[in-house]
């Protein structure tokens, strides 16, 4: 059974930092690209980060980059997403996926407030 535990969202002011966690369980962890993705009230769901398998080649959005940081840990089963200089319309519930085609999994969210 899959599973996913995610962490580490909550209320912060514009200019502060947070760290989301996304501990897997119920697959080969470290055979799967993960990635952060967002959707903020009344928007589509868009792609914040990605990395590959085996933890090269980090992507990220325009709206992101120099900001955010992902890593993972397949030592751990974790996927992180480091996120600084936060800003208002950063906003969101962020979901971790995991994907290898043709199976993906998706984690339950967790909320990002970034308001003063």
């Known amino acids: 059974q899959v599973q996913f535990v995610e962490s580490g969202g909550g209320l912060v002011q514009p200019g502060g930092s947070l760290r989301l966690s996304c501990a897997a369980s119920?697959?080969?962890?470290?055979?799967?690209?993960m990635s952060w993705y967002r959707q903020a009230p009344g928007k589509e769901r868009e792609l914040v980060a990605t990395?590959?398998?085996?933890?090269?080649?980090?992507n990220y959005a325009d709206s992101v980059k120099g900001r955010f940081t992902i890593s993972r840990d397949n030592a751990k089963n974790t996927v992180y997403l480091q996120m600084n200089s936060l800003k208002p319309e950063d906003t969101a519930v962020y979901y971790c996926?995991?994907?290898?085609?043709?199976?993906?999994?998706w984690g339950q969210g967790t909320q990002v407030t970034v308001s003063s």
């Open positions: 996926n995991a994907r290898r085609l043709p199976q993906t999994y």
């Open positions: 119920g697959f080969t962890f470290r055979t799967y690209a």
């Open positions: 990395i590959t398998s085996t933890g090269s080649s980090p």
